[in-house]
T-cell receptor, first 112, second 117 residues
Framework: DQQVKQNSPSLSVQEGRISILNCDYT??????FLWYKKYPAEGPTFLIS?????DKNEDGRFTVFLNKSAKHLSLHIVPSQPGDSAVYFC???????????FGTGTSLTVIP | DTEVTQTPKHLVMGMTNKKSLKCEQH?????MYWYKQKAKKPPELMFV???????INESVPSRFSPECPNSSLLNLHLHALQPEDSALYLC??????FGTGRSYGYTFGSGTRLTVV
């Protein structure tokens, strides 16, 4: 049972425009969320996180939004750069912090 | 040192071989993890070690045997694997499995690309 889902397997965006990656979850016990970026044959790299007590967290070009009532989070990348092309995974942690649940991933391509 | 180091980067082994994957971190993290990732799929949790004790085994077949010799090292011993076990094996570590302080510092290694022939 996939508790964290990314319904868009792929996304293409023009360089300089905004990339919006979406993630939905089902478990109301999740209270901490993370986004990871992954290049082929490499381990995931942490990008940004958000606690359930917040609805927005910003770090440079990356902003994560959390809508708890909709059980939905999104990652905004502005402006998108070709180097952002990678697979992006969202992940969620329960309030006991005992396990990460990863989404299915979205492959982002930023077109120069 | 803010890295998780995995060796080897690539491994090809036969179905009768015995091999080991190694993972090392020097960030003082007390939780370490093994994940398996197949192409175009999210990482799947295999094992969690917390304070050098195995705390989660996600029903992994016994041909995978984890070992945590100390707080900095995590091994994954492989024996009698099947071709379908070919995957990227990722090690990760974090400050505290139980999330106190919520500063997980969850860090992944670059992985070992395993091919079983």
């Amino acid at each position: 049972d996939q508790q964290v889902k990314q319904n868009s397997p792929s996304l293409s965006v023009q360089e300089g425009r905004i990339s919006i990656l979406n993630c939905d979850y089902t478990n109301s016990m999740f209270d901490y969320f993370l986004w990871y970026k992954k290049y082929p044959a490499e381990g995931p790299t942490f990008l940004i996180s958000i606690s359930s007590i917040k609805d927005k967290n910003e770090d440079g070009r990356f902003t994560v939004f959390l809508n708890k009532s909709a059980k939905h989070l999104s990652l905004h990348i502005v402006p998108s750069q070709p180097g952002d092309s990678a697979v992006y995974f969202c992940a969620a942690v329960t309030n006991t912090g005992n396990q990460f649940y990863f989404g299915t991933g979205t492959s982002l391509t930023v077109i120069p | 040192d803010t890295e998780v180091t995995q060796t080897p980067k690539h491994l090809v082994m036969g179905m009768t071989n015995k091999k080991s994957l190694k993972c090392e971190q020097h960030m003082g993290h007390r939780a370490m993890y093994w994940y398996k990732q197949k192409a175009k799929k999210p990482p799947e949790l295999m094992f969690v070690y917390s304070y050098e004790k195995l705390s989660i085994n996600e029903s992994v077949p016994s041909r995978f045997s984890p070992e945590c010799p100390n707080s900095s090292l995590l091994n994954l011993h492989l024996h009698a694997l099947q071709p379908e076990d070919s995957a990227l094996y990722l090690c990760a570590s974090s400050q505290d499995r139980f999330g106190t302080g919520r500063s997980y510092g969850y860090t992944f290694g670059s992985g070992t690309r395993l091919t079983v022939v």
